[in-house]
């Protein structure tokens, strides 16, 4: 029940395509939903977050849905550039505050010029 | 934005010897911090989690006596790899997070360790 899956695996989009990437969870007590992106030989930069209250969230390229009945979230990457070529984590987390974060396994983006 | 600082970024070692890996926080008290292990193309895997003042609780299957961690203040956390083997050669990425405060953690930039 604490595991977080995440497919897919890797991800090879053209310049300017969108990237989805999908996250699955089974525990109902985890409320806070974050993403994270990372660079090889560095450590995770959250890039947006979300808790089950609202379905959709939007940062400039990034958005993230979510779909509570489902148990579902996704990050879209619009308008995808290879400065977007990462590593990409979504994780989850619940109360109370300072808990561990569950994380996905991760999915390799490649975006290609 | 907190920001968490690791040292050193990386460290090659011999077999045998001891290494200790730092973790601050810069501009924020953690009560809370945490430490990861990151092997090549894989996610990441808690190591133990560490409040300011007391025992580190360690994940199943980790050794706490080779991975001494030491959480003396509010702003510093300290894994210590005992006796290292190349087998403990990784990535290693703590976070910090204030209880209470947020949901959110912060990461450190990572320490590459190589045991030679």
């Known amino acids: 029940q604490q595991q977080v899956k995440q497919s897919p695996q890797s991800l090879i989009v053209q310049k300017g395509g969108i990237s989805i990437i999908n996250c699955a969870y089974e525990?109902?007590?985890?409320?806070?939903f974050p993403w994270y992106q990372q660079f090889p030989g560095k450590g995770p930069a959250l890039l947006i977050a979300?808790?089950?209250?609202?379905s959709e969230k939007k940062e400039g390229r990034f958005t993230i849905s979510f779909n509570k009945s489902a148990k579902q979230f996704s990050l879209h990457i619009m308008d995808s550039q290879p400065g977007d070529s990462a590593t990409y984590f979504c994780a989850a987390s619940k109360r109370p505050y300072g808990q561990n974060f569950v994380f996905g396994p991760g999915t390799r983006l490649s975006v290609l010029p | 934005g907190a920001v968490v600082s690791q040292h050193p970024s990386w460290v090659i070692c011999k077999s045998g010897t001891s290494v200790k890996i730092e973790c601050r926080s810069l501009d924020f008290q953690a009560t809370t911090m945490f430490w990861y292990r990151q092997f090549p193309k894989q996610s990441l895997m808690l190591m133990a989690t560490?409040?300011?003042?007391?025992?580190?609780?360690?994940e199943q299957g980790v050794e706490k006596d080779k991975f001494l961690i030491n959480h003396a203040s509010l702003t510093l956390s300290t894994l210590t790899v005992t006796s290292a083997h190349p087998e403990d050669s990784s990535f290693y990425i703590c976070s910090a997070a204030v209880a209470g405060s947020s949901y959110e953690q912060y990461f450190g930039p990572g320490t590459r360790l190589t045991v030679t």
């Open positions: 525990n109902t007590a985890f409320d806070y």
């Open positions: 979300i808790r089950p209250d609202v």
């Open positions: 560490s409040n300011e003042g007391s025992k580190a609780t360690y």
